[in-house]
């Protein structure tokens, strides 16, 4: 099947190991073959991988451009195994996740990690708000 990607002046691709870069004038890639593609703005970059949601997306990520999960798979595991403890919400984002990376769904599974980050995302925003309320005393049941 071919994928035909849209480029932005300057933009960025992987396709494989490989980088190309647009040039000045936006244009098309047709591209057939089962090499992985991930466009730039899809990339996440290791120094960017800060929280373990981010983590697990960066080593799911790694294993789509390995094109074969079994090198990363023990550290995408120890890795999955402690967030879950933390937060069991995730669990269903694992499972999506698993599923993909065992049946070698690679990019599917990366997608599936990107929405775990996002959940991640939303419980650290819900916990800041609880001590945001819990700082200004809104939450300690007193009455002002």
Do not use: C, W
């Amino acid at each position: 099947m071919t994928l035909k990607v849209d480029l932005k002046p300057g933009e960025r691709v992987v396709i494989g190991r490989s980088v190309v870069t647009n040039g000045q004038t936006r244009s098309s890639l047709m591209i057939d073959g089962s090499e992985p593609v991930l466009r730039e703005r899809d990339i996440l970059r290791e120094e960017a991988a800060d929280t373990p949601a981010k983590r697990i997306a960066y080593v799911v990520q790694m294993m789509y451009l390995a094109g074969s999960p079994d090198a990363l798979l023990p550290a995408y595991t120890e890795l999955a195994r402690g967030a879950m403890k933390a937060a069991p919400s995730m669990i269903p984002f694992f499972e999506a996740v698993n599923n993909h990376v065992l049946t070698g769904q690679l990019y599917k599974a990366f997608r599936e990690a990107r929405k775990l980050v996002a959940h991640e995302a939303s419980i650290f925003e819900h916990a800041k708000r609880g001590a945001s309320l819990r700082a200004d005393g809104a939450d300690d049941g007193e009455s002002p």
